[in-house]
Each structure stands twice: as C-alpha cells, then as structure tokens.
C-alpha cells in the first residue's frame, strides 16, 4: 500500500499537484486567519474587542465570512462587461498565488528552483495590475474607474522603486535564484544583506505596502474618498477573490523580506559566541525562523493600517518618483563601492 | 480634435464621507475639482415651521435634533431668546450649569468632529479614541437629564432640575464580571460633580495623546497644510464664525464678545490660527478643547460650593417645584397651565446667539403675544460655513473635497433644520 502511493507521488504530475496544494492550502488558510489577526489586532489598538461571536473567541470568524460571501449573490452591475468583470478577480487571484511557486521555504524546500525567481516575482505582481484596471473599467462605475486610473500609476511607479531595490540584493548575492540569495546571508545576523542595503530594505517594504495598496497608501479604495475603489461594485466570491489576492500579496510582500534582506531561514543566533546560543538548536536553520520574520512584516501591515492618516494621490506619487528612486539609484552605486571594497561579510568574492 | 468634457461624480448621499446626507455634484478635471455644487434637504424635517405650533417649552426639544452633536447649546440660544422677551433672570447657579454643560457639549462636538475628521483623512484610530471620551460626557448627559443625546435640559428660565448627587453604576451581569464592574464604577461613587472633575483631570492627557498622533504627523501635515485656505477678509465676507473663522486670524468669540450666562466670570483664552488652513482649524479646535477642559474645570469648582435654586422662580412662567404642586393650591394651577397651555410670551421680537460649536448659533423669536412663536427663524452656523464648499475646494484634489467637508464641521439636522 505504502510503496502503491509513492509510486504514485514519483509520477511527475502527481507530485507537482501534491506540492502546489502543499502551499496553497497553508496560504489560503493564513489569508483567512490573517483577515482574523488584522481585526482583532487593530480592535486592541483602537480599544475595542474585534470579533468574538462566532466560535471561541471568534476563531471562526473568517470562516463565517468566507461562507457568506461564498453564498452571496453575484450582481452584474448594469452596462457592465460581464465577461471582463469575471476575469479580473480571476487574473488578479491567478497571479497572486502564481507567484508563490518559487517562493523556498528551506534550503530544499522550493516547488520551482527558478534561477530567475525575482524577475518571475516582478512580473507576475505587474501583471496583477491588470485584474485591476480590467475590474475597474469592465465596472461601468465613475467611482470604481477613478480609482483604477490611481492603481495602475501607483502601481507600476512603485514597482520601478522596488525593482531597484531588488537590484541591489541582487548585486549582493551575485544569483536571482531567492535560494542563494538567503545562503549569500548566512554566517551571523550582520550577514544579513538588511545592514549593507539598510536605505533599499527600507524603501522595498515601503514600496511594497503601497503596491499592495494598503494603507497608509490605500488611496485605489480609500473609503472615505472613493468609496471602495476598483471592487466597488463586485459582491459574493467574486469581491472574496479579489480579497484573498490582495492579503495574499502582502502575505509575499513579507515574506520576500524575510527572505532577501533578514536571511530567511537562517537563526539570528547563527555564529553567536555568547552563552554558547551559536552551537545550541537555536542556530540551525529553519522554516520556524523564516515564519516568524515574515509575521513581524505581516504585523507591521496592520500596525501602519492603525496609526497612519492616508496619502493623497499626488503625494504617493510625489514620494516614490522624486524620494524613493533616487535614493535606491544612489545606493546602487554605494553597493557598488562597497563591491570593490569587498566589504565584509557581505561582499567577499566567493 | 474631440470635445473634452469634465467629469461629473455624484458624491453621496450615501458616501462614507458625505457626513450624513450631504449630496455634492462635483466637476472633476481629472482628479481636480472645477465646481462643488452642495445639494442639501435631505434632512429637512420643518423646525421652524413646527415650532409655531407648539407652546414654547415644547420646542426645546426640537432644538437637540438640530445640530445633533451640540445639543445643549442650541437649547441655549432658544432659551436665552425666550428670556430675553420675558425679561427674566436666571439663577447664577444655573448659568453654571448652562455654562458647565456647553462647554461639555463643546467636548462632544469637537471629540466627534476630530474623529470622523480623522476618519476621513484616513487616521482610523483617532475615532474609536474620541468615542472612548464622549463615552464619559454622555454618561454626564444622562446622569442629569435622562437622554444621553436629546437632553431637553434647559428650559426658559433655567435648568430642568439641579445635578444629582449620585451616579447610575454599571451592574454586574453574565458578561462582566463583578470586579471589572467595581472597576467600572470606581469614579462613580460621588456626584456628578465628582465624575466630571475626575474626567478632567484625564482628560489632558487623552489630547497630548490625540496630539501625539495626528499634530506633527508627516502625512497629517501633508493632507491638511495649506488646503482649503480663508483669508480673515474672506472668512468675514463668507459669514464664517466659530473656529471657522477663528482659524482665520479673527478672534471673534461671543462667549467674549457679548458674554451670555456666566461667561464673564469664567477665565479662558481664544485661540487664534494664522493661515487659515485645514491645519489651522485642527490646531484651533484642539486648543478649544483644552480651553473648555479649564472652563469645566471653573464651573465645577463653584458649583461644588454654591447650592443655589436653578429655576426663575416666576413660576407663572417656570415650572413650579414638584412638591408645591402636590400641596399649594397655587401651584397646581401652575402645572396645570404650564403644560397644558403653556406661557404667553410679551409681544415682540427677540434674537440671541451663543457661541456654539461649530460657529454662531441663533434662534430670532417673533411673538404676537401667544402661547406659541409666530416666527422662529434658527440661523445655523453649519449652512453658512458649508456655502463655501466650493470656494473651498476649487482647484483642489478630489481626497481634499474629503478633508474640506471634514474640516467644515457640518452636521446635516442643523443645515437642513
């Protein structure tokens, strides 16, 4: 029985299939519990409780909500492309979970071994922007195509900044391949190509809570302006679909930190002499590590959502074209300084 | 060469920042406004007309559900204006109170102004934050008249009746348990009095804490600097009032200018904004608080030592005291006529503003002599101030139409009336 299923699992299909639900079903499991987390986190900084009705203590309160909107009816707003209108949510869903498939998780723990996983994580997050506008425009709601005019242009400008951002991990570890990346890290925790690219680590994150459109740059459905933007007019699964996208997205956003500037699986306590933590189980790598850092990002995304007031258009723009370029271009040429230098430890010719 | 057209978007009634049922037609050139073309009416529920068929003292009531976020306040004006043609005086222990509880109503309405003015803008936190505050204040509303909204506290001549000397106490129940109930209760064991100084002493701290968040947040700043500027000339020829106008750099204040109840023997400043901006209008709101904070604190310090009556004791015009009806012949013909046919008010015509929260609040009262007004005209700060919507906002962006109407202060039951 047991040799029938691994001959089964060996057939190459099989085994992609097994791999892909390996990751999806986690994910979209986070997504639900991190909807949970954001209310419930955001209620106790604002004083107040978050759910609590359904279940103990509301653990199944996105479990409810997913049912709801699964049952809702789908309404097709009058005058608008019904076939456009299905396939915005689909592309944006589509491309958002595409992009986890290189995405490691441990030194082996990888579904595609791509050699180059950033360029493929760039594009499948620029082409997300076209659920967006289809959705916006296929709408026929003034609202709703406003709000895409807004997307596409944050969108594709803070791309530009995070792609510079990107080039100067990629000048550190010399690979695009996210595995060499983490391994060009390990060593100790100052390995960890957040020190050298401090000024990037920072816009990358930055950049990338705007590319998902949250706030403080959620001006794509800033409520109180444009009432919820681009799926304004979308309801049941459909508007669920777009959701699972955009929590998915930050979900990636946080975890490429992790994994390009703060050494991914690598122990922080790697090489640390004191109290012998460096020799201890404290110091081996592990997806445990690479978890925990991504939910630090993961936390600092509601954290902003409850403290800041929301960018106008124009400033968001203003931000990332006149602040966060020329910073990242002028770093670029202080990494490549410090590459001649061959500052150590992360600049060493292996 | 196609015609290009600008682009009309209906924005509300029902929109999350339309403050009620305000509806504005805007003219969009991309996202920047041409026109802003308010439509109001929405909530236009015929005070005025209302009013002239009713005996007075059932208009107080009517004179919450105007502008309802400063509810005692415009029972002020209609009470001083009836007054004013009776020619009686209230007792310095309730101009006290009248003093005292506007100014808690000054809380209510800024607390509530900042909060969805931060909601707007995007700041989430800063309205569960106020709402906490009012929660106190309202409780106060209730502790002394009942309704922690539609008060219907004043009434021509005085107050209702004086504070009490008890708080209501939260009860333990399946949900709350007996300690969190006591820890509830802890600044409920003395009066009133007692709850509202304890309220003050916090309440300080809650705006450094308010502070902290928004005054020299960079996005707070760059959402609100320079948008929407009034010159001091422009404010005056637009009939701003209130902080409004005092943003502007006028330091105009009824409560200084003609000092009604005991305004004058109160100590507190004007703050005065130099721009004339959003920002200035945040920052002068903000002080207001604090200024009202020091005028409760005033209040409470003398009410604590000066019992007094709190009703004119005209009772042909006031209500007679409860026991005198069940004992005094005299003053069950008293209640009889109070709430049957009411009180015939002099001939004549009468206006008296207070300076409410959001501005100049005014009732003008015609009299022919009957029991009823034959003319109540309300002048409403927030219909003035909302008229410059559109000099407001032409040439702004879209998500600062957002942050004009937030900073304007308009409530709908006021502009409508």
């Not at chain 2, 004086?162 to 333990?172: F, G, V």
């Not at chain 2, 004007?270 to 002068?284: H, K, L, Q």
């Given at each position: 029985m047991v040799d029938l299923i691994l001959s089964i699992y060996e057939i190459p299909i099989i085994n992609i299939l097994v791999k892909i639900i390996a990751i999806l079903v986690p994910l979209l499991l986070t997504v639900a519990y991190f909807t949970y987390f954001e209310r419930k986190i955001i209620g106790y900084m604002q004083v107040r409780i978050g759910p609590n009705r359904v279940g103990p203590r509301g653990w199944l309160q996105p479990i409810a909500d997913a049912m709801k909107l699964m049952f809702k009816e789908i309404i097709f707003p009058s005058g608008a492309n019904k076939i456009l209108f299905t396939i915005a949510p689909t592309l944006t869903i589509a491309t958002a979970l595409a992009a986890w498939a290189v995405i490691p998780f441990g030194a082996e723990m990888v579904l595609a071994d791509l050699n180059v996983a950033l360029l493929y994580i760039l594009a499948m997050t620029s082409v997300g922007v076209y659920g967006v506008i289809?959705?916006?425009?296929?709408?026929?709601?003034?609202?709703?195509?406003?709000?895409?005019?807004?997307?596409?242009?944050?969108?594709?400008?803070?791309?530009?900044?995070?792609?510079?951002?990107?080039?100067?991990?990629?000048?550190?570890?010399?690979?695009?391949?996210?595995?060499d990346i983490v391994a060009g890290q390990s060593g100790s925790i100052w390995g960890w190509y957040m020190w050298p690219l401090l000024p990037l680590f920072v816009i990358y994150f930055i950049s990338g809570v705007a590319e998902t459109n949250r706030a403080p740059f959620d001006v794509a459905e800033g409520e109180s302006e444009i009432v919820a933007g681009f799926h304004v007019e979308y309801s049941g699964i459909l508007f669920a679909i777009f959701f699972l996208a955009e929590y998915a997205n930050m979900i990636l956003i946080s975890i490429m930190a992790a994994l390009l500037f703060m050494g991914g699986w690598l122990s922080p306590f790697q090489g640390v002499e004191f109290l012998g933590l460096g020799s201890s189980f404290l110091a081996g790598s592990s997806i445990v590590w690479l978890l925990s850092k991504t939910a630090i990002f993961m936390f600092l995304f509601l954290w902003f959502r409850a403290t800041f007031p929301r960018y106008r258009y124009d400033q968001i723009m203003r931000l990332g074209w006149k602040v966060f370029i020329p910073i990242t271009i002028v770093w670029i040429y202080v990494i490549g300084i410090m590459y001649y230098a061959e500052l150590a430890p992360w600049f060493i010719k292996g | 060469m196609s015609e290009i057209q600008n682009y009309i978007l209906n924005f509300g009634p029902q929109h999350p920042a339309a403050h009620g049922v305000l509806r504005l037609i805007l003219e969009l050139d991309g996202e920047v406004v041409q026109r802003a073309d308010p439509h109001i009416g929405l909530l236009h529920r015929g005070t005025e007309k209302l009013a002239e068929s009713r005996i007075y003292n059932q208009?107080?009531?009517?004179?919450?559900?105007?502008?309802?976020?400063?509810?005692?306040?415009?029972?002020?004006?209609?009470?001083?204006?009836?007054?004013?043609?009776?020619?009686?005086?209230?007792?310095?222990?309730?101009?006290?109170?009248?003093?005292?509880?506007?100014?808690?109503?000054?809380?209510?309405?800024?607390?509530?102004?900042?909060?969805?003015?931060?909601?707007?803008?995007?700041?989430?936190?800063?309205?569960?934050?106020?709402?906490?505050?009012?929660?106190?204040?309202?409780?106060?509303?209730?502790?002394?008249?009942?309704?922690?909204?539609?008060?219907?506290?004043?009434?021509?001549?005085?107050?209702?009746?004086?504070?009490?000397?008890?708080?209501?106490?939260?009860?333990?129940?399946?949900?709350?348990?007996?300690?969190?109930?006591?820890?509830?209760?802890?600044?409920?064991?003395?009066?009133?009095?007692?709850?509202?100084?304890?309220?003050?002493?916090?309440?300080?701290?809650?705006?450094?804490?308010?502070?902290?968040?928004?005054?020299?947040?960079?996005?707070?700043?760059?959402?609100?600097?320079?948008?929407?500027?009034?010159?001091?000339?422009?404010?005056?020829?637009?009939?701003?009032?209130?902080?409004?106008?005092?943003?502007?750099?006028?330091?105009?204040?009824?409560?200084?200018?003609?000092?009604?109840?005991?305004?004058?023997?109160?100590?507190?400043?004007?703050?005065?904004?130099?721009?004339?901006?959003?920002?200035?209008?945040?920052?002068?709101?903000?002080?207001?608080?604090?200024?009202?904070?020091?005028?409760?604190?005033?209040?409470?310090?003398?009410?604590?030592?000066?019992?007094?009556?709190?009703?004119?004791?005209?009772?042909?015009?006031?209500?007679?005291?409860?026991?005198?009806?069940?004992?005094?012949?005299?003053?069950?013909?008293?209640?009889?006529?109070?709430?049957?046919?009411?009180?015939?008010?002099?001939?004549?015509?009468?206006?008296?503003?207070?300076?409410?929260?959001?501005?100049?609040?005014?009732?003008?009262?015609?009299?022919?002599?009957?029991?009823?007004?034959?003319?109540?005209?309300?002048?409403?700060?927030?219909?003035?101030?909302?008229?410059?919507?559109?000099?407001?906002?032409?040439?702004?962006?879209?998500?600062?139409?957002?942050?004009?109407?937030?900073?304007?202060?308009?409530?709908?039951?006021e502009v409508d009336r």
């Amino acid at each position: 029985m047991v040799d029938l299923i691994l001959s089964i699992y060996e057939i190459p299909i099989i085994n992609i299939l097994v791999k892909i639900i390996a990751i999806l079903v986690p994910l979209l499991l986070t997504v639900a519990y991190f909807t949970y987390f954001e209310r419930k986190i955001i209620g106790y900084m604002q004083v107040r409780i978050g759910p609590n009705r359904v279940g103990p203590r509301g653990w199944l309160q996105p479990i409810a909500d997913a049912m709801k909107l699964m049952f809702k009816e789908i309404i097709f707003p009058s005058g608008a492309n019904k076939i456009l209108f299905t396939i915005a949510p689909t592309l944006t869903i589509a491309t958002a979970l595409a992009a986890w498939a290189v995405i490691p998780f441990g030194a082996e723990m990888v579904l595609a071994d791509l050699n180059v996983a950033l360029l493929y994580i760039l594009a499948m997050t620029s082409v997300g922007v076209y659920g967006v506008i289809l959705a916006g425009w296929s709408s026929n709601s003034k609202y709703a195509i406003m709000s895409t005019l807004r997307t596409a242009a944050q969108v594709v400008s803070y791309e530009i900044a995070m792609g510079f951002a990107l080039v100067g991990v990629v000048m550190a570890a010399r690979s695009l391949n996210i595995g060499d990346i983490v391994a060009g890290q390990s060593g100790s925790i100052w390995g960890w190509y957040m020190w050298p690219l401090l000024p990037l680590f920072v816009i990358y994150f930055i950049s990338g809570v705007a590319e998902t459109n949250r706030a403080p740059f959620d001006v794509a459905e800033g409520e109180s302006e444009i009432v919820a933007g681009f799926h304004v007019e979308y309801s049941g699964i459909l508007f669920a679909i777009f959701f699972l996208a955009e929590y998915a997205n930050m979900i990636l956003i946080s975890i490429m930190a992790a994994l390009l500037f703060m050494g991914g699986w690598l122990s922080p306590f790697q090489g640390v002499e004191f109290l012998g933590l460096g020799s201890s189980f404290l110091a081996g790598s592990s997806i445990v590590w690479l978890l925990s850092k991504t939910a630090i990002f993961m936390f600092l995304f509601l954290w902003f959502r409850a403290t800041f007031p929301r960018y106008r258009y124009d400033q968001i723009m203003r931000l990332g074209w006149k602040v966060f370029i020329p910073i990242t271009i002028v770093w670029i040429y202080v990494i490549g300084i410090m590459y001649y230098a061959e500052l150590a430890p992360w600049f060493i010719k292996g | 060469m196609s015609e290009i057209q600008n682009y009309i978007l209906n924005f509300g009634p029902q929109h999350p920042a339309a403050h009620g049922v305000l509806r504005l037609i805007l003219e969009l050139d991309g996202e920047v406004v041409q026109r802003a073309d308010p439509h109001i009416g929405l909530l236009h529920r015929g005070t005025e007309k209302l009013a002239e068929s009713r005996i007075y003292n059932q208009t107080v009531g009517y004179m919450d559900r105007l502008d309802y976020v400063s509810m005692m306040c415009n029972e002020h004006a209609y009470c001083l204006t009836i007054e004013k043609l009776l020619d009686i005086e209230v007792p310095e222990r309730a101009q006290y109170i009248r003093v005292m509880f506007d100014e808690i109503t000054r809380l209510l309405n800024h607390l509530m102004w900042l909060g969805t003015h931060g909601l707007d803008v995007g700041a989430m936190t800063m309205f569960l934050y106020c709402f906490r505050e009012r929660e106190d204040l309202l409780d106060a509303y209730e502790a002394v008249s009942g309704a922690r909204m539609h008060a219907s506290y004043y009434r021509p001549g005085g107050v209702y009746r004086d504070l009490p000397d008890s708080m209501p106490q939260y009860e333990a129940s399946q949900w709350h348990s007996q300690a969190e109930v006591d820890e509830q209760n802890k600044n409920r064991q003395g009066s009133l009095l007692d709850f509202l100084k304890d309220f003050t002493d916090r309440f300080e701290g809650y705006v450094d804490e308010y502070e902290t968040l928004l005054t020299d947040n960079r996005i707070w700043k760059q959402r609100l600097v320079d948008i929407g500027c009034v010159t001091a000339d422009e404010a005056k020829d637009l009939g701003f009032t209130g902080p409004m106008l005092r943003a502007s750099g006028v330091p105009w204040d009824i409560r200084k200018m003609e000092p009604y109840a005991a305004y004058d023997k109160v100590d507190f400043d004007i703050p005065v904004g130099t721009n004339g901006d959003c920002y200035d209008r945040y920052v002068v709101r903000v002080e207001e608080m604090r200024q009202s904070n020091r005028i409760i604190i005033q209040c409470i310090d003398w009410l604590q030592n000066n019992p007094g009556p709190v009703m004119h004791e005209d009772h042909k015009v006031t209500m007679p005291d409860r026991m005198d009806m069940k004992q005094d012949m005299e003053g069950l013909i008293h209640h009889f006529k109070h709430f049957t046919e009411g009180y015939g008010v002099p001939e004549g015509e009468a206006y008296c503003s207070v300076e409410q929260p959001k501005g100049e609040f005014g009732t003008y009262i015609v009299s022919d002599g009957a029991n009823k007004p034959y003319r109540l005209k309300i002048r409403a700060s927030g219909f003035v101030n909302m008229s410059a919507l559109n000099f407001l906002t032409e040439g702004h962006m879209l998500a600062d139409v957002v942050t004009v109407i937030g900073t304007l202060d308009i409530v709908f039951g006021e502009v409508d009336r």
